[in-house]
C-alpha cells in the first residue's frame, strides 16, 4: 500500500478562498477595492478593541508600531523580546537601530514576568511578548508590568487570531498588537507578504500611525505572488512532479515578486482572502482542538517519551511541537519520519546574549519537532504519525549508542 503523504499544511483554504481570489481577478481589484476597509471592519469586530489598520505583512504592523513608539520616546532605545521568538521580530528590532535585549521564556516557551521585570532598565522602550506556535503568553500579568514601570507594550499575536485571556482577544493588550497572514498562521492569504494587521490602542500612538498610514500604498505584484504560493506550495505534491527545470524557470519567474515587499497596505485581493479565513476560523479552530487532543492521548501512551512543552486540553495551538528526548537529534528523526512520507519542521533558533543560556529556550527549543494537524487529518492517520514518531526515536537512540561505542 502506498504511503499516504502527512504534510504540513500551509494554508487550509477550500473554495470560498479560490472563489475570492477569482473575483477578484474577474473584477481586476487586485491592488486596491473595497475588501481592504471589510477587513478591517471585520477585524474590528471580532477583536472588539483597538483600531485595526490592515497591512502587508506582521513585520510592517511591528515595524509601524515601533517607529510610533520610538517618536513617543526617542531617548529609549531597547526592546525586551523573548529568546524564543520569530526571527522575523529580531530583524525588524536591529533594522529601526533598537537594541533587542532577549529575555527567559518558561516551560511554555513564553516570556517569563519575573525574567521580565529583571530586564527592565531605564533606556527600555518597550516589551515584545509573543505569543509562541499560538499558545498564549502570560500577557494580562505583564501589561500590568508594563503600565507599573512606564513601558509600552507590544502584543504580537502574528501566529494567533481570535484567541482570548479572561475574555479580552490576543493581540488587544498594552499600545499596540500585531497580527500576520503569512503562510503556517491561523489566518492565512498567501506567502510572507500577504497581509497582516496592527491594532493600535494607545491614543498618542494613534495619531502617529495614522498619519505615517496615509503615506502607504497598496502591496503590488500580488496576482504573480498569489499564483506562485498556490504553486510552490499549495499544489506543491503535484507540482513537485512537474519537471526539475521548468519548476526553476517558474520559480526565477516568481521570485521577482517577492524581493520587494516593503511598508505597504495589504492588498484587496489578500484581504478577500483572508475575509474567507476568518469566516472558516472557528470550524478549523474546533477541528484543530480535537486533532490535538487525539495527539496527546497518542503520545502520552508513550509514557514519558514526549513532551507537549504548550500542550493543555481545549487549548487552540496555531502549530503543534513535540519535544523529543534529550539527546537524540531531532535533523536525523526527521529524517526517518520523511521517509514515511511524514513532512516536519524544528523550532525556532533560541536568540540569546551570550549564545548559551541554559534556560527552557535551549532544553527545549533545540528538541521541538512539529506534527503535521491539517483540516482533513483522520485519527488513524495521527496514530500513523505517532507511531513513526516513536519508531525515529527509537532508532536514532540505537544509532546515537552505536556510535558512543565506537568512538569509546
Ligand atoms: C510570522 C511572525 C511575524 C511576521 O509576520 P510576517 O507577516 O511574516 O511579516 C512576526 N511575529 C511573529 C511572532 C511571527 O510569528
Request: glycine share 8%; charged share 25%.
Amino acid at each position: 500500500m502506498p504511503m499516504k503523504h502527512q504534510n504540513l499544511p500551509y494554508a487550509d483554504w477550500s473554495w470560498p478562498e479560490f472563489r475570492a481570489a477569482a473575483s477578484a481577478f474577474v473584477s481586476a481589484q487586485i491592488s486596491r477595492g473595497p475588501d481592504v476597509a471589510e477587513l478591517e471592519c471585520k477585524l474590528g469586530e471580532l477583536l472588539n478593541d483597538g483600531r485595526v489598520f490592515a497591512v502587508n505583512s506582521g513585520r510592517t504592523a511591528l515595524q509601524l508600531g515601533l517607529e510610533g513608539l520610538m517618536k513617543l520616546c526617542p531617548q529609549k532605545d531597547e526592546v525586551i523580546i523573548p529568546e524564543f521568538v520569530c526571527p522575523a521580530v529580531v530583524g525588524v528590532v536591529k533594522a529601526l537601530g533598537l537594541r533587542p535585549v532577549p529575555v527567559e521564556v518558561g516551560s511554555d516557551l513564553n516570556l517569563r514576568t519575573d525574567a521580565v521585570i529583571e530586564s527592565i532598565s531605564p533606556r527600555t522602550l518597550v516589551i515584545v511578548v509573543v505569543h509562541m506556535y499560538g499558545c498564549p503568553a502570560d500577557i494580562e500579568k505583564l501589561e500590568n508590568v508594563a503600565r507599573a514601570k512606564g513601558v509600552f507594550l507590544a502584543d504580537d499575536a502574528a501566529q494567533v487570531v481570535g484567541e482570548s485571556v479572561n475574555g479580552r482577544n490576543l493581540g488587544t493588550f498594552g499600545d499596540f498588537g500585531v497580527l500576520s497572514f503569512a503562510q503556517s498562521k491561523c489566518v492565512v492569504a498567501g506567502e510572507s507578504g500577504s497581509g497582516g494587521a496592527l491594532i493600535c490602542r494607545n491614543g498618542e500612538l494613534l495619531a502617529v500611525v495614522e498619519d505615517r498610514m496615509a503615506l502607504l500604498l497598496p502591496a503590488e505584484g500580488r496576482a504573480v505572488a498569489f499564483l506562485a504560493f498556490v504553486w510552490n506550495y499549495l499544489l506543491a505534491s503535484y507540482t513537485a512532479r512537474v519537471s526539475y527545470y521548468w519548476r526553476r524557470v517558474i520559480r526565477l519567474f516568481f521570485a521577482a515578486s517577492d524581493r520587494c515587499i516593503g511598508l505597504r497596505t495589504i492588498s484587496n485581493l489578500d484581504a478577500k482572502v483572508a475575509i474567507c479565513q476568518l469566516v472558516s476560523l472557528p470550524r478549523r479552530r474546533e477541528k484543530r482542538i480535537q486533532t490535538l487532543g487525539k495527539y496527546a492521548r497518542e503520545l502520552l501512551c508513550a509514557g514519558d517519551l514526549f513532551k507537549m512543552p504548550q500542550y493543555a486540553p481545549n487549548r487552540y495551538l496555531a502549530r503543534f511541537m513535540v519535544a523529543i528526548p534529550l539527546g537524540i537529534d531531532p535533523e536525523e528523526c526527521r529524517v526517518l519520519l520523511r521517509r514515511k512520507s511524514i513532512q516536519t519542521r524544528l523550532g525556532y533558533p533560541t536568540y540569546s546574549k551570550g549564545g548559551c543560556s541554559g534556560g527552557y529556550a535551549e532544553q527545549l527549543g533545540r528538541r521541538l519537532i512539529e506534527l503535521p494537524v491539517y483540516s482533513n487529518i483522520a485519527d488513524r492517520d495521527v496514530v500513523e504519525v505517532c507511531g513513526a514518531l516513536r519508531k525515529a526515536v527509537c532508532a536514532s537512540k540505537r544509532q546515537a549508542t552505536i556510535r558512543r561505542d565506537f568512538i569509546e
